[in-house]
């Protein structure tokens, strides 16, 4: 008898029919004397049209009502859920994150989970009952109902499995698993039947949104070995875990396309120490995540000044250009500047370590496609590069042909 956590996301309990065909897997591992419990996010398009009309009262919403209104998504789906299996039979609960003693800090739209007391969670197990717990939502400690940010329900049951010690930790989507880059965009992917934490970590990253970049961060910390796996047939998924030896074999695990970062030029910032660290303490304090930064050379006129670019999640891009708009006065930039219009392309693997020449590779497939680079980044197990997004798709298809196939 084991304890299975599985997670499904929003392509899975899109409808009332898939969220009866998820009622009718959870029954089949329950009748194999399974416990079960079962993290749901909101129905597919229902926390971006929240989103949407938030946006439509108005561009920066208060944080916390962000909150309140997000969480009401993944809330519609648990009891859903628990009445689909109420009517094959199966004994269920829906819980809150709240109710699931998910406690998480005040950082609204983006909170941490900080502890996780699942009382009622072993007491529901212990009568029976399948739980179903939403996933994307917490509590902070003063109360109020907090997000663990977009893609969140992989960190809610991630840490739930952690929490509860769970022997399996299963991740439902629409796809087989996790795939040398997006199926979507590159038919030729391969699905992998593992990758470890590190890998997945660089992919999740650099925008291949299959998990949440925070769960697998978490899934690391905690050793929780988890499958990626369809919640639409029967099919072995992926395996993520430690790296083992023969992982380093190959050389490039996967290509990834971030579309979803914008690039913020700050125009002639004066040239001298402690600039750099007065903007981007600024943009920390605001909860803000910096991806790539590039500094230009400096021009020397009557006082050094040089440019700064940096990218910003899409989401964050607003609040940014507030935090960086303040500082005007007491930095002294000439103008800031942004552009949504880039595409951040990533190749990563653990491999990378043992071999040479993979950036200029990269390089190479890119210029011959007539791709120009805007920035790069790199990490032991990554090579990353801002290209117009316009070109994203393609070059991503071409990447993965010169490395994968
Ligand atoms: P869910 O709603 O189940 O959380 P997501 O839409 O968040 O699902 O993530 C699954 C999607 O991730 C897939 O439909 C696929 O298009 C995309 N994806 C991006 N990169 C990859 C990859 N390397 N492997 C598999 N899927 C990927
Ligand atoms: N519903 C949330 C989102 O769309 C959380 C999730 O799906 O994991 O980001
Ligand atoms: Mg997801």
Redesign the pocket.
């Given at each position: 008898m084991a304890l299975i956590v599985q997670k499904y996301?929003?392509t899975s309990v899109a409808n009332t029919e898939r969220i009866k065909n998820v009622a009718a897997r959870v029954a089949k591992y329950r009748e194999n004397g399974d416990r079960v419990v079962v993290v749901v996010?909101?129905m597919s398009g229902?926390?971006?049209n929240l989103i949407k009309l938030s946006r439509e009262i108005m561009p920066l919403p208060s944080e916390r009502e962000m909150d309140m209104l997000l969480a009401t998504?993944?809330q519609t789906t648990i009891a859903l859920a628990a009445m689909a299996l109420h009517a094959i039979n199966v004994p269920a609960v829906s819980l809150t994150g709240a109710q699931a003693g998910i406690v998480t800090d005040g950082v609204h739209t983006k909170a941490k989970i900080m502890n996780i007391t699942p009382k009622q969670v072993h007491g529901l197990l212990d009568g029976g009952h399948v739980v179903i717990v939403a996933?994307?939502q917490g509590q902070s400690p003063e109360g109020h109902i907090t997000t663990l940010g977009?893609?969140?329900?992989?960190l809610t049951a991630i840490a739930l499995a952690a929490a509860l010690k769970a022997d399996l930790c299963q991740i439902y989507t629409d796809v087989d698993g996790i795939y040398t880059t997006d199926p979507r965009v590159v038919p030729n992917a391969q699905k992998l039947d593992e990758i470890s934490y590190d890998e997945l970590l660089e992919l999740a990253g650099a925008g291949a949104k299959v998990m949440?970049l925070r769960s697998v961060e978490f899934a690391k910390k905690f050793g929780v070995i988890f499958e990626v796996r369809s919640s639409m047939n029967d099919n072995p998924g992926t395996i993520v875990k430690e790296e083992t030896k023969s992982m380093e074999d190959v050389v490039i695990r996967g290509v990834s396309l971030d579309k979803n970062q914008a690039k913020l030029t700050i125009v002639a910032v004066p040239d001298r120490p402690g600039v750099a660290s007065q903007i981007f303490t600024a943009l920390a304090k605001a909860a803000i995540n910096v991806d790539m930064i590039v500094q230009n050379v400096s021009r020397t006129s009557d006082t050094p000044v040089t440019d700064l670019s940096f990218t910003v999640d899409k989401a964050d891009l607003l609040k940014a250009q507030k935090v960086i708009e303040g500082l005007k006065q007491e930095v002294g930039y000439r103008e800031l500047t942004a552009n949504e219009a880039i595409g951040k392309l990533s190749i990563v693997g653990v491999g990378m370590r043992s071999h040479s020449g993979i950036a200029a590779k990269l390089f190479e497939t890119l210029a011959g496609n007539g791709v120009n680079i805007d920035m790069i980044s790199t990490s032991e197990i990554k090579v990353s590069v801002v290209i117009d997004i316009a070109k994203g798709e393609e070059a991503a298809r071409t990447v993965h042909e010169a490395f994968l196939e």
């Open positions: 996301g929003g996010s909101a229902v926390t971006d998504g993944e996933g994307f977009r893609g969140g329900s992989d949440q």
